[in-house]
T-cell receptor, first 114, second 113 residues
Framework: KAGVTQTPRYLIKTRGQQVTLSCSPI?????VSWYQQTPGQGLQFLFE???????NKGNFPGRFSGRQFSNSRSEMNVSTLELGDSALYLC?????????????FGPGTRLTVL | AQSVTQLDSQVPVFEEAPVELRCNYS??????LFWYVQYPNQGLQLLLK??????LVESINGFEAEFNKSQTSFHLRKPSVHISDTAEYFC???????????FGTGTSLTVIP
């Protein structure tokens, strides 16, 4: 099976812009979770989508949003970018629930905000 | 609220020596516990997990971790490390009723030849 893919792998944006990141889960997996990874904060949970519905959400401002399509592919959007949004954004797919099932991570999208 | 603390950010160890990577969590409810590993230039992958049952869980490459409820710990151990074990190790926790998944800040294990 193909692994989790994320596009693009690298992005450079300026403050105030918005960005959309894409994640394609492993075939058959229904849940997609998103994480932000920074050197200071480590990995922080953003949100989880299951069957096109946001099932859980972390403690991030409303500028961070996402959606999931009927084929389980997911997108994450960040509006009004700030310098502090520079990070590696990871998505992970699981068959069922991320609470107990193994999460399979993609390689990430490196976002740099100038 | 939950949190995960990995007490050591960097752990250097000589090849074939034992190693312990420490992880403590805080939670008022029952938890599921995980160790994920990130090898150089690779994505995160599950190493082992504790969901229920035996408090000692093992991975296929010789690592083991023990769930200690009284000390709220889930330390990772290996009796003899190899060069190939050099990686970043992340402890993680989710609770049985909550809605988030928490990672520690990671421990960088460097195995010295």
């Amino acid at each position: 099976k193909a692994g989790v893919t994320q596009t693009p792998r690298y992005l450079i944006k300026t403050r105030g812009q918005q960005v959309t990141l894409s994640c394609s889960p492993i075939s058959g997996h229904r849940s997609v979770s998103w994480y932000q990874q920074t050197p200071g904060q480590g990995l922080q949970f953003l949100f989880e989508y299951f069957s096109e519905t946001q099932r859980n959400k972390g403690n991030f401002p409303g500028r961070f949003s996402g959606r999931q399509f009927s084929n389980s592919r997911s997108e994450m959007n960040v509006s009004t970018l700030e310098l502090g949004d520079s990070a590696l954004y990871l998505c992970a797919s699981t068959y069922g629930t991320y609470r107990t099932d193994t999460q399979y991570f993609g390689p990430g999208t490196r976002l740099t905000v100038l | 609220a939950q949190s995960v603390t990995q007490l050591d950010s960097q752990v250097p160890v000589f090849e074939e020596a034992p190693v312990e990577l420490r992880c403590n969590y805080s939670s008022s409810v029952s938890v599921y516990l995980f160790w994920y590993v990130q090898y150089p230039n690779q994505g995160l992958q599950l190493l082992l997990k504790y969901l229920s049952g035996s408090t000692l869980v093992e991975s296929i490459n010789g690592f083991e971790a023990e769930f200690n409820k009284s000390q709220t710990s889930f330390h990772l151990r290996k009796p003899s490390v190899h060069i190939s074990d050099t990686a970043e190790y992340f402890c993680a926790v989710s609770d049985t009723a909550g809605n988030q998944f928490y990672f520690g800040t990671g421990t960088s294990l460097t195995v010295i030849p």
